[in-house]
């Protein structure tokens, strides 16, 4: 799969014979792979063991975790990008949890606490990472102050760490506390980068 060709989906295609050869090709392969090979595999049982949920079904999942783990929202990192998380989101905030928006829409940003801008999910490990050991309170506080000095100081896995600086050497993606001030521009910001790292057409979904 990783040696696929990357390809864009037309705004205008509206089936399979719409896209480029080279797209229909690469599809043809996924459809293969996904719903053949691996459906075949013992990995495979994920397809039908796997219920997909939305909206409040998002919502009744964290519940359901929440109540399995024996812990309390307040323990809840949650992070989503559309409007199907925002349910989701109020209950993880209003329970005192922490919410992220990662290359979200405008439901998204406008419902988490943090709006993330990144083309890989390395950052949300970081986050992750300080949230477990530290809280939410000092979380908070290190994206307050999003540097370098920052992270070597609080962060205590260095493999993590260093991988997190190797992919980003001169420039740490944005991440930001979402405030009534900021809220509009870190839509409009996100929204285009969403559209940027997951296509126009996948970037436009609710």
Not at 83 to 92: C, M, R, W
Not at 154 to 169: A, I, V, W
Not at 172 to 187: A, D, G, Q, R, S
Request: hydrophobic share 40%; proline share 2%.
């Amino acid at each position: 799969i990783s040696r696929m060709p990357m390809f864009s989906i037309p705004r205008t295609a509206k089936s399979l014979q719409d896209l480029p050869e080279k797209a229909r090709a690469a599809t043809r392969m996924l459809d293969e792979i996904f719903w053949k090979q691996i459906a075949s595999m013992q990995v495979g049982r994920v397809f039908s063991e796997v219920t997909l949920v939305g909206g409040a079904g998002k919502a009744e999942a964290v519940r359901n975790i929440v109540h399995k783990l024996g812990v309390t929202l307040a323990e809840v990192m949650y992070v989503g990008d559309s409007i199907t998380d925002e349910e989701a989101f109020k209950l993880v905030r209003g329970g005192g949890g922490l919410t992220v928006s990662f290359n979200g829409n405008r439901y998204a940003v406008q419902n988490a606490e943090i709006a993330v801008l990144c083309e890989d999910s390395t950052v949300i490990g970081i986050l992750a990472e300080e949230f477990a050991k530290q809280g939410r309170e000092k979380t908070l506080d290190i994206i307050e102050h999003w540097d370098r000095k920052v992270l070597l100081k609080s962060l205590g896995d260095e493999d993590l760490l260093n991988l997190f600086f190797k992919l980003y050497p001169e420039k740490l993606p944005k991440v930001k506390i979402v405030t009534k001030e900021n809220m509009e521009i870190l839509t409009k910001e996100s929204t285009e980068f969403r559209k940027k790292v997951r296509g126009e057409a996948v970037g436009r979904l609710g």
